[in-house]
């Protein structure tokens, strides 16, 4: 079963731009499967933060962006805060409807 | 409010069986897929199982084809996952989560619950 690639850490002082990428393949992101991105706070379940690529559900701050393009996709926190410390981790499907996730990726604000 | 509790983690010998509950209420629940999903102790996260609305479709991990079972009780608004001949790596804090639609998000997530298996 196939997995998405992500860097394993990013880290950007408070204010700054801070991007995560997302690497899969032709036969999940690639195929055509939109791409989901969940933050998970220390200690808590994962939340939904961008769905569909691009959306975010309510309450998400707009500081808060996706991306996609071929077989990767891409998250954007923008004007980075300290609450914005966390793990964040892409998700898609495969060809045959089987969930992947990425192998996560720790935002550390300076 | 949607909410999705988890139940049934406990400490288990290897190659002993667990079957875990998750409670929905809030939404209706035959209208939704479920999926279970787990996470290994300092690990990320991994997708386990899913199971269509109307539970005709089921698909599985490979990691976990043949051993585990995904299940939903349409009176009782609940999900199982039956767990057999458990293994070491097995080890998670295992989460059910609501997804919208065959390849859409899981837009709502449970507490989790701690699956150990040791001897």
């Known amino acids: 079963q196939s997995v998405l690639t992500q860097p394993p850490s990013v880290s950007g002082a408070p204010g700054q731009r801070v991007t995560i990428s997302c690497t899969g393949s032709?036969?999940?992101?690639?195929?055509?499967?939109?791409v989901h991105w969940y933050q998970q706070l220390p200690g808590t379940a994962p939340k939904l933060l961008i769905y569909?690529?691009?959306n975010r559900p309510s309450g998400v701050p707009d500081r808060f962006s996706g991306s996609k393009s071929g077989t990767s996709a891409s998250l954007a926190i923008s004007g980075l805060q300290a609450e914005d410390e966390a793990d964040y981790y892409c998700?898609?499907?495969?060809?045959?409807?089987?969930?992947?996730f990425g192998t996560g990726t720790k935002v550390t604000v300076l | 409010q949607v909410q999705l509790v988890e139940s049934g983690g406990d400490v288990v010998q290897p190659g002993r069986s667990l079957r875990l509950s998750c409670a929905a209420s809030?939404?209706?629940?035959?209208?939704?897929?479920m999926h279970w999903v787990r996470q290994a102790p300092g690990k990320g996260l991994e997708w386990v199982a899913v199971?269509?609305?109307?539970?005709?479709?089921?698909y599985y991990a490979d990691s976990v084809k043949g051993r585990f079972t995904i299940s939903r009780d349409k009176s009782k608004n609940t999900l199982y996952l039956q767990m057999n001949s458990l293994r070491a790596e097995d080890t998670a804090v295992y989460y059910c989560?609501?997804?919208?639609?065959?390849?859409?998000?899981?837009?709502?997530w449970g507490q989790g619950t701690l699956v150990t298996v040791s001897s």
């Open positions: 989560a609501r997804g919208a639609h065959s390849s859409g998000p899981f837009d709502y």
């Open positions: 809030g939404f209706t629940f035959s209208n939704y897929y």
């Open positions: 199971i269509w609305n109307d539970g005709s479709t089921k």
């Open positions: 032709s036969s999940n992101i690639g195929a055509g499967y939109d």
């Open positions: 569909t690529n691009t």
């Open positions: 998700q898609s499907y495969d060809s045959s409807l089987r969930g992947i």
